[in-house]
């Protein structure tokens, strides 16, 4: 199974000007600056799809993708499957007035916590720095909101500045960590993976 159309869909505030939850939803959240833009792209291989820019926390909205997957009509499932990649604003913010960053924030949980359609989180961690404190707090946090049915994930990015006997330590320490590189384009199939076998158990 293999993603085979991306496009965007639309941006929002908050749930409230969010698109009906009627589609299985794929939350992207990371610190400002991960990459997050990048992998989006990457793995949709959409060049541009997602905005990115070298001034974190330039997204400051809920952006939705429409993502069309391709299947195997011959073991009994609908040939097109269809989910939503949701890129979420990253935290750890650039320069903004506390009153837009409270706002942000609110809306980020809210999403989080509120929208039922969400069912999983890819936290994407530096792998250059993976115990930093705001990304063990954000794990907190989904590890306290998850529902049943609902999946975190942890994608650590930028493993090509890794030396290799650090992502071999790294590995060892989060063996169910996916381990990405978009410069070498490595780990991208392993995330769309999960993401599919997640979704429609393939």
């Not at 989006?40 to 997602?50: C, F, I, Q, S």
């Amino acid at each position: 199974m293999r993603i085979v159309d991306a496009s965007f869909m639309q941006s929002a505030q908050s749930i409230s000007d969010s698109p009906g939850p009627d589609v299985a939803e794929i939350a992207f959240l990371g610190r400002s600056n991960v990459g997050k833009s990048s992998l989006l792209n990457t793995l949709t291989n959409r060049k541009g799809l997602a905005k990115s820019s070298s001034t974190p926390g330039k997204t400051q909205l809920i952006n939705y993708f429409n993502i069309k997957f391709k299947t195997d009509e011959e073991n009994g499932m609908p040939p097109d499957l269809f989910a939503r990649f949701v890129d979420l604003p990253g935290f750890g913010y650039a320069k903004v007035s506390k009153t837009l960053k409270a706002e942000w924030n609110r809306n980020l949980t809210n999403y989080l916590e509120q929208r039922p359609n969400l069912q999983m989180f890819i936290h994407l961690i530096d792998a250059r720095h993976p115990e930093l404190a705001i990304d063990k707090n954000v794990d907190e946090f989904l590890e306290k909101i998850k529902r049943g049915d609902q999946l975190i994930v942890h994608a650590f990015t930028k493993t090509d500045k890794l030396k290799q006997n650090d992502l071999a330590k790294l590995r060892r320490e989060y063996p169910e960590g996916i381990f990405i590189s978009n410069l070498k384009k490595r780990g991208i199939s392993d995330l769309q993976n999960k993401i599919t076998g997640y979704l429609f158990g393939n």
